[in-house]
Nanobody
Framework: QVHLVESGGGLVQQGGSLRLSCTAS????????MGWFRQAPGKEREFVAG????????YYSDSMKGRFTISRDNAKNTVYLQMNSLTPEDTAVYYC???????????????WGQGTLVTVSS
């Protein structure tokens, strides 16, 4: 069983930046990657980025590639999401996920954090 805790959300102005953190305790038995998803009000949860915990591979949603960067610190069991050039459309609850790096794409497992709210004001 893995326990995921997100932090770093908050209110930021359009064009600003935030860095989210997700710290894992324990380990999902079939997980070798971690990722970020987000859910805006009235919308479905969508994939943002994922990163292998052993490989150097990272995966991004096409719409966020170039603005968002995922990274990890295995010694701290922590994954980060650096978000730049934020717009009000980035307003959402951001969720950390334990998943699998398949070598071709990020595979989502049903292991989630509680989420952290990011609000971008115009």
């Amino acid at each position: 069983q893995v326990h995921l805790v997100e932090s770093g959300g908050g209110l930021v102005q359009q064009g600003g930046s935030l860095r989210l953190s997700c710290t894992a305790s324990g380990r999902a038995s079939n997980s070798n990657a971690m990722g970020w998803f987000r859910q805006a009000p009235g919308k479905e949860r969508e994939f943002v980025a994922g990163i292998g915990l052993i490989s150097d591979r990272s995966y991004y949603s096409d719409s966020m590639k170039g603005r968002f960067t995922i990274s990890r610190d295995n010694a701290k069991n922590t994954v980060y999401l650096q978000m730049n050039s934020l717009t009000p459309e980035d307003t959402a609850v951001y969720y950390c996920n334990a998943g699998r790096d398949t070598g071709s794409y990020y595979w989502t497992l049903d292991e989630w954090g509680q989420g952290t709210l990011v609000t971008v004001s115009s």
